[in-house]
């Protein structure tokens, strides 16, 4: 059974960091990449970041490239969205997604930029 779970959210100050988790279970991780996506109020949700299965590739949303690093760790059925210089803007649910899971997706973690 795959199972995802997100964790790391919470409440920063504009120009601050945070660093998000993605323990994921159930399938063979190191062979499947990874993305993240967020979804803010009242708007859809959005992909953000994405890793290949070997970590060596990839790509970002325009929004966040130079801010934000994704990045994946086999050995611990792990990825991570490292995030600085954080905006308001940047406020949103944010949640992994591996297609293993298929059409489901984890419960996410809130990320809340504000002063």
């Known amino acids: 059974q795959v199972q995802v779970v997100e964790s790391g959210g919470g409440l920063v100050q504009p120009g601050g960091s945070l660093r998000l988790s993605c323990v994921a279970t159930?399938?063979?991780?190191?062979?499947?990449?990874m993305s993240w996506y967020r979804q803010a109020p009242g708007k859809e949700r959005e992909l953000v970041a994405s890793i290949s299965a070997s970590g060596i590739k990839t790509s970002y949303a325009d929004s966040v490239k130079g801010r934000f690093t994704i990045s994946k760790d086999n050995a611990k059925n792990t990825s991570y969205l490292q995030m600085d210089s954080l905006k308001p803007e940047d406020t949103a649910v944010y949640y992994c997604?591996?297609?293993?899971?298929?059409?489901?997706w984890g419960q996410g973690t809130q990320v809340t930029v504000s002063s």
């Open positions: 997604k591996t297609p293993p899971q298929g059409l489901s």
């Open positions: 159930g399938f063979p991780f190191s062979t499947y990449g």
